[in-house]
């Protein structure tokens, strides 16, 4: 018979490597604690109307990727609904948002979210079919400020501490550039964008039949998405279309000006990148990327997100601006193991206090009641059982933890255990009742 594996795009996280996944969604969840965020946990399939109206219906994303299926009628009278796997959090949680009256709170709301995300893309290094997302989304009615360009400057800042505080470098010309690199545009209001689309228009008009296929239809149906395109040929005349900051009305200009002024205060280090518009089609004004050359290859987009100022009302809800981002996650862990085999940073090997080798069978319940006092008193340990054989069994316990302790029918009688430090290879006899503190040191 031949043997199941995971799905295509889809992986395992084994230990020891979900270790380094725990310390970063550690780091993270304390960082967005000091920046007044709470966690919000949303459903990882929702119906599919939240994503063609939320992400967009002429996106990548919902054109191409999303695992979508007709749920069971529960009856013949019920008309099926179509359900899809999340393929980003921000639709769910603006839904979630307007579905539970956070507005009316009155309160910025700030939340965050670590969870899997699914969209049907060719598998490749640093791009998979399941993917975890550690996002953040921050907003609120307009009374309480969710539209001010503090907000965006704090986001950035937040996410510039995280990476410092995960010990991933900024890129500079002492790392060659090997660090990262955070991009900012504007994309406009809702008045903008009608303008700016027009001209984007008027100006694919003449050369669109010489562009890829998906150019040639974005053209007609969202010309925005046709700065997203990748195709090399069509590089040259993207690079000559209008650019959008052309088209910014004073007040988006002065929200932009705002947000730079205050990255530029907190010694936060941007490039203007005046094609980012983002494959999404809810983005209003700011929009980011943080890219970084390790580890990724040609997946080099670190994290991305931005502001949305109309989504809440493309989903039936009020006024309720908001900006946001998410970090992909597993493209976070890869870019640490690249800086680790580089040896820039540290990821520490996590061996346990005490491996506990009972000699023969007899001593099984005693090593087994010594382990559970151990373990109670905040001790790591892991227990062998009386068919420890000492040359393998060993060197079995050296891989597992830094000390053993030889439990014989002697040790058993007297309580005075044998303990081998395993870097040092010292033995020495300690007493039961210090053994805690012993092994703690
Ligand atoms: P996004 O740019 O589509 O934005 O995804 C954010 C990040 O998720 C990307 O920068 C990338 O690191 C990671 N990512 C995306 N697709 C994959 C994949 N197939 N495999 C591995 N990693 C992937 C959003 O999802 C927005 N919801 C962000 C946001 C929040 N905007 C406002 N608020």
């Not at 990882?44 to 996106?59: A, K, M």
């Not at 974005?218 to 998405?225: G, K, M, S, Y």
């Not at 002024?261 to 907190?266: E, H, I, Q």
Request: proline share 4%.
């Amino acid at each position: 018979m031949s043997t199941l594996k995971a799905v295509r795009g889809t992986r395992d996280l084994l230990p020891p490597e979900t270790a380094l996944w725990n310390r970063v969604e550690a780091t993270a969840r304390a960082v967005f604690a000091r920046y007044g965020f709470g966690e919000i946990r949303t459903p990882v399939f929702e119906d599919t109307q939240l994503f063609v109206r939320g992400v967009g219906e002429e996106t990548d994303v919902v054109s191409k990727e999303m695992y979508t299926w007709e749920d069971r009628a529960r009856a013949a009278s019920e008309k099926a609904q179509s359900l899809t796997l999340r393929p980003e959090n921000t639709a769910g949680v603006v839904r979630s948002y307007i579905e539970h009256k956070m507005g009316d709170t009155g309160m910025l709301q700030k939340l965050f979210y670590i969870g899997p995300q699914f969209r049907r893309e060719r598998p490749q290094r640093g791009r998979y079919r399941q993917f975890w997302q550690i996002g953040a989304e921050v907003l609120g009615p307009q009374s309480s400020g969710a539209e001010s360009a503090l907000r965006d400057a704090e986001v950035l800042e937040m996410l510039a501490t995280l990476l410092d505080e995960l010990a991933i470098p900024r890129a500079s010309e002492a790392n060659d550039g090997k660090g990262w690199r955070l991009a900012l545009n504007s994309v406009g209001s809702s008045t903008d964008r009608p303008r700016y689309i027009a001209a984007l228009k008027a100006a694919l008009e003449p050369v669109k039949a010489t562009m890829c296929v998906d150019c040639q239809r974005r053209a007609e149906t969202n010309p925005l998405r046709v700065l997203d395109c990748k195709v090399p040929e069509d590089q040259p005349i993207i690079d000559g279309l209008p650019k959008i900051a052309e088209y910014l009305d004073e007040a988006s200009t002065a929200h932009f000006a705002e947000v730079k002024a205050a990255l530029d205060a907190c010694g936060v280090p941007y490039v203007i990148e005046p094609r980012l518009v983002r494959g999404l089609d809810y983005y209003t004004r700011t929009t980011f990327e943080f890219t970084v050359a390790l580890g990724l290859g040609t997946q080099n987009a670190l994290l991305g997100g931005g502001r949305y100022d109309g989504l809440s009302e493309m989903l039936g809800g009020p006024k309720a601006p908001g900006i946001g981002f998410a970090i992909g996650e597993d493209r976070l862990i890869l870019t640490l193991q690249a800086l680790a085999e580089a040896g820039s940073v540290t990821i520490a090997e996590s061996k346990l206090d005490a491996y506990i080798a009972p000699m023969g069978a007899g001593q099984n319940a005693a090593a087994l009641a010594l382990a559970k006092d151990l373990r109670a008193s905040g001790l790591s340990v892991e227990v062998g059982d009386g068919s420890f054989r000492l040359k393998k069994s060993f060197e079995l316990a050296d891989k597992l933890a830094r000390r053993i302790l030889i439990l014989g029918e002697d040790e058993v009688a007297t309580g005075v255990m044998t303990v081998k430090t395993f870097a040092t290879g010292d033995q020495v006899k300690v007493e039961r009742a210090e053994l805690g503190e012993f092994l703690k040191n």
